[in-house]
């Protein structure tokens, strides 16, 4: 999932789940703040794609399965229970007696309307191609197929769904339970649209409700009292600043103006360490910067290799990031069971000019005028001035930062309208799938333009290689085509640098600092 800041479920420990329930005083509201970055682009699941948005989904949806907080493993959700063939290809969904946040029932119905709607291509839904594990999915989405009856969704009653897949998903489970497979209710969508995400016409089945969202201000949700295990949720009322910039976020939390934070200004990150309410851990993440490969000067190879080579990396995470982050020359992080790491090229001055002379740009001579896209950030600004002088001191060209706020910023990515920009990816669940199939040819989430056949192939058999063994070989494989030909230039490998003082609950150093909102909250004191 696209990071928006430096950064991007058991049920709740007895701690928590001890703060359920109702207000330990009449009238008492326990509300938690956090900094969620910056203005959300969209809350319909079907069309974010960002962490913060999905951070803010997982708290007004729920899908058929959520996350064990601390773990990451799948939970029963709106489905009490599953069945599995024994081949793996078919997995059948029973529904609890759950409602919609008006009273509503919710249906097997309401999945099947909610899924075909993110592989609608009218939709547009950039993360359609998560579903193309499902029989027919991909054909469907690409408009090959208009008859959704031959995709493998199926109710069979009000309260059981059945998928059929195209092949074995190790990790389907975990996808169920991410934004893009939240269901939606339909006759709000259909009534309300394009605003059914306004707080007046708000529909959900999560553990919270929108009541207001403030543009640039805040995002308020209440307690959904519908939400079928609302007893166990912790908090009366959740509120999400949108904060971009690092040090007014903390500037909030010192103040006590907000609860959490998952950011931290980049000035102050070593001494910050030192504190107890600084939570410092492993994170399933990529910092890189994404190479447009339709647009000269990066449509050549040889200079996307020359700006790789000319960054040095080990000094970034060393003396400017310091905040424990791993310099990153590939680009699935550590972290993924049985996945070996890919080597990748290392910083080499004398290398990256050399292709560049190649290139046709001797010590960069007659090199065009590139622009380097951000979103807004103190840290995106540092980071980029830091690599636009590296640049200018290895290979002897300028480039000029251009800062755009995140939707803009977002749109700019989405359109290919940037010759090189930042960018981060967490992953959506513990694979390296979930890194690697971004980048197939025409691929949703793909912003780079940049397509290789092999590669695709690679990807595909991968998916349908069900010896686990074989199938990490095949993403090095494909992975090392993926480096070789950099589209996209890693930068670092991320941590978590989450802030909060001793009395919240609910925030677990799992490895995709994934925080729930149902567990989220302060214990009584």
């Known amino acids: 999932m696209r990071a928006a800041i430096v950064v991007p479920m058991l049920l709740a420990v007895a701690a928590a789940a001890g703060c359920g329930g109702k207000p330990e005083e009449p009238g008492e509201v326990r509300e938690f703040v956090y900094v969620s970055g910056a203005e959300p682009e969209t809350l319909d699941p079907a069309r974010m794609t960002g962490l913060l948005e999905g951070r803010l989904a997982n708290g007004l949806f729920e899908g058929l399965t959520t996350y064990d907080p601390a773990t990451l493993a799948p939970l029963p959700g709106v489905a009490e229970k599953w069945d599995v063939s024994p081949e793996g290809l078919t997995y059948t969904f029973h529904l609890r007696e759950a409602q919609w946040s008006n009273g509503d029932p ?13 592989l609608d291509p009218k939709t547009a839904a950039s993360y359609a191609y998560l579903m193309y594990c499902i029989r027919g999915a991909e054909a469907f989405n690409e408009g090959r197929e208009r008859d959704f009856r031959t995709v493998g969704i199926e109710v069979a009653d009000d309260r059981t769904f059945r998928v059929h897949l195209a092949r074995v998903t190790p990790y389907f489970l975990e996808l169920t339970a991410f934004s893009t497979f939240m269901p939606v209710h339909r006759k709000t969508v259909e009534k309300f649209s394009p605003k059914w995400t306004a707080p007046e016409n708000f529909v959900g089945n999560g553990p919270f409700v929108l009541k207001e969202w403030r543009i640039n201000s805040r995002i308020v949700m209440d307690r959904n009292p519908k939400y079928w295990d609302a007893a166990n949720v912790v908090s009366d009322r959740i509120v999400a600043l949108p904060i971009e910039s690092a040090s007014t976020a903390f500037n909030a939390y010192e103040e006590g103006r907000a609860d959490l934070i998952t950011t931290v200004p980049l000035p102050q990150v070593v001494h910050l360490q030192r504190r107890p309410d600084f939570h410092n851990s492993d994170y399933l993440g990529t910092y890189y910067f994404t190479f447009n490969v339709t647009r000269p000067p990066f449509d050549d190879v040889r ?82 001035e830091v690599l636009q002088d590296m640049w200018k001191e290895n290979l002897g060209v300028s480039i000029e930062l ?7 910023y977002l749109d700019a990515l989405r359109r290919k309208d940037y010759q090189l920009a930042r960018a ?16 197939v040819t025409g691929g949703g989430n793909n ?12 990807i595909r058999a991968a998916g ?46 799992n490895i995709r600092n994934l925080i729930l909102l149902k567990h989220l909250g302060k214990a009584k004191q």
Not at 447 to 458: A, C, E, I
Not at 464 to 488: H, N
Request: positive net charge.
């Open 424 to 439: 981060g990816w967490i992953g959506d669940y513990v694979d390296p799938n979930t890194f690697l199939d971004l980048f």
């Open 464 to 509: 349908r290689e069900p010896d686990p063994a074989r199938r990490m070989a095949v993403f090095t494989r494909a992975e090392a085509i993926l480096i070789d030909e950099m589209p996209v230039m890693p930068l670092y490998f991320y941590r978590v640098h989450n802030m909060y003082r001793k009395g919240v609950v609910g925030v677990y150093p």
């Open 303 to 384: 200079v996307r290799r020359a700006f790789n080579c000319a960054a040095d990396k080990q000094r970034l995470v060393r003396y400017i990031l310091r905040g424990g982050q791993k310099a990153a020359d590939t680009f699935v992080p550590p972290g993924i069971p049985g996945y070996p790491a890919v080597k990748g090229p290392r910083f080499d001055p004398h290398l990256a000019a050399e292709l560049l002379a190649k290139a046709g740009y001797p010590a960069g001579k007659g090199f065009p005028k590139v622009e380097l896209l951000y979103n807004s950030s103190e840290s995106h600004k540092h980071i980029a």
């Open 106 to 118: 919710i249906t097997s119905g309401d999945f099947a309307y909610s899924w075909r709607r993110v």
């Open 402 to 408: 251009v800062n755009l706020e995140w939707k803009t």
């Open 447 to 458: 912003r780079t333009g940049w397509g290789n056949t092999q590669y695709d192939s690679l």
